[in-house]
């Protein structure tokens, strides 16, 4: 079963506006982490931002934050100010401490800023 | 440089062939992961390693496949009789906590 779910395919933005990435995931480990990576056209993945499960505050980092709703099992990535160089694919990905910390990964959400 | 390596970067292989890729993580990360990545797809996990040790293969990993960690340094993934169906970028991570450092991957092409 897919643990982690992005249902935006490809996604437009204008260039300083806000953005939002959706993310689900499933697990029933009470112990999990949620990251979201940048992989741009070279294909090095890049860390953006962590989440863990028993974060009291939603994670942020520079104009990145993760809007962390536990219940609803929802991870979206927020992007301010858009900038060009954001144009990228967005993988949000999960850890789980049952299975070896091992991370797992959504499909994927392409990102284009428009100019 | 402190970061995962990953050599060669690029491969490009005729069917039949057998390949080899290798991974430096960085040198006090005792976890390494591997990971393909086919074209429009997140990465899928294939095999994890505690030091020497191999904890965990993805059933994606044939028996073709094989990866070792001796002494618990650098990793190679070795695949056998490559098929076309194998061209991907394998990704290598390690980490020592809860974040992992991705190398820059090695692309292969089965041809």
């Known amino acids: 079963a897919q643990k982690i779910t992005q249902t935006q395919p490809g996604m437009f933005v204008q260039e300083k506006e806000a953005v939002t990435l959706d993310c689900t995931y499933d697990t029933s480990d009470p112990s999990y982490g949620l990251f979201w990576y940048k992989q741009p056209s070279s294909g090095e993945m890049i860390f953006l931002i962590y989440q863990g499960s028993y974060d009291q505050q939603n994670a942020t980092e520079g104009r990145y934050s993760l809007n962390f709703q536990k219940a609803r099992k929802s991870a979206n990535l927020v992007i301010s100010a858009s900038q060009l160089g954001d144009s990228a694919m967005y993988f949000c990905?999960?850890?789980?401490?049952?299975?070896?910390?091992?991370?797992?990964f959504g499909p994927g959400t392409s990102l284009s800023v428009i100019p | 440089d402190t970061g995962v390596s990953q050599n060669p970067r690029h491969k490009i292989t005729k069917r039949g062939q057998n390949v080899t890729f290798r991974c430096d993580p960085i040198?006090?990360?005792?976890?390494l992961y591997w990971y393909r990545q086919t074209l429009g797809q997140g990465p899928e996990f294939l095999t994890y390693f505690q030091n020497e040790a191999q904890l965990e293969k993805s059933r994606l990993l044939s028996d073709r496949f094989s990866a070792e960690r001796p002494k618990g340094s650098f990793s190679t993934l070795e695949i056998q009789r490559t098929e076309q169906g194998d061209s991907a970028m394998y990704l290598c991570?390690?980490?020592?906590?809860?974040?992992?450092?991705f190398g820059s991957g090695t692309r292969l092409t089965v041809v």
């Open positions: 991570a390690s980490s020592l906590s809860y974040g992992y450092t």
């Open positions: 040198s006090e990360h005792n976890r």
């Open positions: 990905a999960m850890r789980e401490r049952t299975s070896y910390d091992k991370v797992i």
